[in-house]
């Protein structure tokens, strides 16, 4: 199993510019997730997913859009970028139904918008 | 609302030492906590969780952790730390409960030298 891949790796936007960051996963998960982590200031969440053709927004939405059409897909979509995006985001995938369940996470997308 | 407090940013120590990271969270219903690692350049991995029972938890590396419900903290120890274990380390909470996710705190980055 690849588990959860992500790409890019990384990206470098101009502000306005819009892109897809693309999120696999091949565990047959239901639930994925969205965070964006900044220097300092831990993970905060963004949109997450409890299933295909369902998702929901998290902290930090503005800015953002995603889409479920399969388990295994959850992109993330910047329309306009800005420098406040600017920040290293991170997929995530959980099994089962327990809240307790191991969260697995990407390897990252280093986003810097100029 | 929930909510986690890692209290050092960073923690310098030399090798072969103990080490001990401290995280407080606030809730006013159970949770389940959760320790992370994050290595350079990668993605989060789960270290150990407390979910219920037995209030030390034993998790990889030689990690285990203390559940304390009256202090509400969940400290992080290794009683002899490597090089390697260098990283930065994610106290996390959640409820039993549809639409709540992780919430992380701030991270502490464990700095080992020799």
């Known amino acids: 199993n690849a588990g959860v891949t992500q790409t890019p790796k990384f990206r470098i936007l101009k502000i306005g510019q819009s892109m897809t960051l693309q999120c696999t996963q091949d565990?047959?998960?239901?639930?994925m997730y969205w965070y964006r982590q900044d220097p300092g200031m831990g993970l905060k969440l963004i949109y997450y997913?409890?299933?295909?053709?369902?998702?929901d927004k998290g902290e930090v939405p503005n800015g953002y859009n995603v889409s479920r059409s399969t388990t295994e897909d959850f992109p993330l979509r910047l329309e306009l970028a800005a420098p406040s995006q600017t920040s290293v985001y991170f997929c995530?995938?959980?099994?089962?139904?327990?809240?307790?369940?191991?969260?697995?996470f990407g390897p990252g997308t280093r986003l810097t918008v100029l | 609302a929930q909510s986690v407090t890692q209290l050092d940013s960073q923690v310098p120590v030399f090798e072969e030492a103990p080490v001990e990271l401290r995280c407080n969270y606030s809730s006013s219903v159970s949770v389940y906590l959760f320790w992370y690692v994050q290595y350079p350049n990668q993605g989060l991995q789960l270290l150990l969780k407390?979910?219920?029972?037995?209030?030390l938890v034993k998790g990889i590396n030689g990690f285990e952790a203390e559940f304390n419900k009256s202090q509400t903290s969940f400290h992080l120890r290794k009683p002899s730390v490597h090089i390697s274990d260098t990283a930065e380390y994610f106290c996390?909470?959640?409820?039993?409960?549809?639409?709540?996710?992780?919430?992380f705190g701030k991270g502490t980055t464990l700095s080992v030298s020799s």
């Open positions: 996390a909470v959640t409820q039993n409960q549809a639409g709540t996710a992780l919430i």
């Open positions: 997913s409890v299933g295909a053709g369902i998702t």
């Open positions: 565990m047959n998960h239901n639930y």
């Open positions: 407390y979910l219920s029972g037995s209030t």
């Open positions: 995530a995938s959980r099994g089962g139904l327990g809240f307790y369940n191991e969260q697995f």
